[in-house]
């Protein structure tokens, strides 16, 4: 089997890539697969991408980001929920299924983690049908704990998946992402559980490498770089039933420095080595 | 009862002080117990801070820290376990019968978190009748999951107390620290755990505030400004029979910029305010 059949590049670890590099740099390197995030989609037109990857035949394994839908505030919830609709309505145009959910941090002033959490399930109930009248699912992504107050209250695939349950497979799943929860010995069996329920809906890779940088954001790290075992995740979540795309995801301000066709080209020789190999 | 009756200042959240400076501080604004560090202590000298707090009439609430216990190599883990039998010694010395461990991150290369966690139960059977022989618990502090590779490797209560408890609870326990366990919706559980075992040595306290500074060391917030809720943590550790100190102990830069005896005094307002009204 060819090593990059499962790869898929997330777009933005290498956002110094216009929509066409980024494209054609796929087409070269026989890479199969690409993750989208909203705004550089909105830029170059969701229709003009949904073109541009279709005749490449390139897949589209996600787009990213929906979710932040902590809000206390009725009107910012309106308005959250429907930001959310639309990302469902990009993400059918572009021929992908899976929307993956950051769901947002503390408004302001809030100490109320379990609230906020509650707040996400509400919205939950909204967006779930909607997702599933477009041929969409909906990946709640745990983010790690190091982001619970600004950014994502759902810190662990336990939470993810407890939030998941309550509504079905096919509308509501979660994002298996190494960087996020690698460091939780409870996440194999947690990995299993969303396997038997079907809830893989997309499986992400960052490494982890220290120091982080000032506010902890821009410090993923390179596959094969940092401290995680990238082949014993791919393991559980193989042994979990999931066979799907295999997205690699850097925030990086170092590889966001340097040429976007070199980065890419590296990641992809990364991924055969670090996780295929 | 006096407001700051279970009040601690663990001595990093005033660095800047020197010891007859903070303990005179402690005098001064009627602040009863200390938590104490193994280097500033060295470097003045066990035995005259020991007689120093003591004629104080300061209670020594901790010493912070041992641990470090996760080497591989034969001669450094050799080292390790003795620099600990030392810590002891100076606990003992020092008059506090709690010894906080921070239990080390991965050596360099591992990237087997399972394994390094397993050295450290090795290492605690060695250390544990030792310290009961000297008079002093181990206190287990599980780090945010953001310090697993470079610090500790113990990231949660959960598993904090899976290592404590293959041992005496006066032998080994935990440290129950706000900063690194806010985020856990387990936290609750685990410290009633920790209570109905007699596991808990020590209740630290840190507000969680964004965004985190490069390397995440020294961003601790002041209590009441972040997005901790003291009171709520005070409740568990009190339903799980906790009435020993509070101890405060803030890493910021801010706080070490500024005059340590005022920062001291803010502290203890910050406690009355926050935590005991």
Same mark, same amino acid.
């Given at each position: ?72 505030? *009725?009107?910012?919830? =309106? #308005? &959250?929920?429907?930001?959310? @609709? ?5 993400? +059918?145009?572009?021929? $992908? ?90 996440? *194999?069996?947690?990995? =299993? #559980? &969303?396997?038997?329920?079907? @809830? ?5 890779? +960052?490494?982890?490498? $220290? ?67």
């Amino acid at each position: 089997m060819n090593d990059l059949a499962r790869f898929s590049i997330n777009q933005m670890t290498v956002k110094q890539l216009s929509m066409p590099e980024l494209v054609d740099t796929c087409r070269e390197l026989g890479v199969p697969g690409v993750g989208l995030w909203r705004e550089p989609v909105q830029t170059y037109g969701v229709e003009a991408t949904a073109k541009l990857v279709r005749d490449a035949g390139l897949a589209v394994t996600t787009l990213c980001r929906g979710g932040f839908l902590t809000a206390i505030d *009725p009107d910012e919830r =309106a #308005r &959250a929920l429907d930001d959310n @609709r639309r990302a469902v309505d990009e993400a +059918a145009t572009l021929g $992908t299924d899976v929307l993956v959910l950051v769901s947002g941090g503390l408004p302001a002033g809030s100490k109320d983690l379990h609230g906020a959490r509650e707040r996400i399930a509400d919205a939950l109930a909204e967006l779930g049908p909607y997702a599933e009248d477009h041929g969409v699912k909906l990946a709640i992504e745990p983010l790690h704990p190091m982001y619970a107050s600004d950014r994502c209250v759902v810190s662990t695939l336990t939470q993810a998946l407890d939030l998941a349950e309550r509504f079905p497979a096919h509308q509501v799943g979660v994002t298996v992402d190494t960087y996020h929860i690698w460091w939780d010995d409870r996440a *194999p069996e947690q990995i =299993a #559980r &969303a396997g038997a329920g079907g @809830r893989i809906h997309t499986f992400q890779l +960052a490494d982890w490498t $220290t120091p982080l940088p000032e506010g902890v954001l821009n410090g993923r790290g390179q596959i094969g770089d940092g401290a995680i075992d990238m082949r014993e995740w791919l393991g559980y979540v193989t042994a979990a039933g999931y066979t799907g795309p295999i997205e690699v995801e850097l925030f990086n301000d170092g590889l966001w420095a340097r040429d976007g066709r070199e980065v890419l080209a590296e990641t992809a020789t990364r991924f055969v080595e670090h996780v295929i190999a």
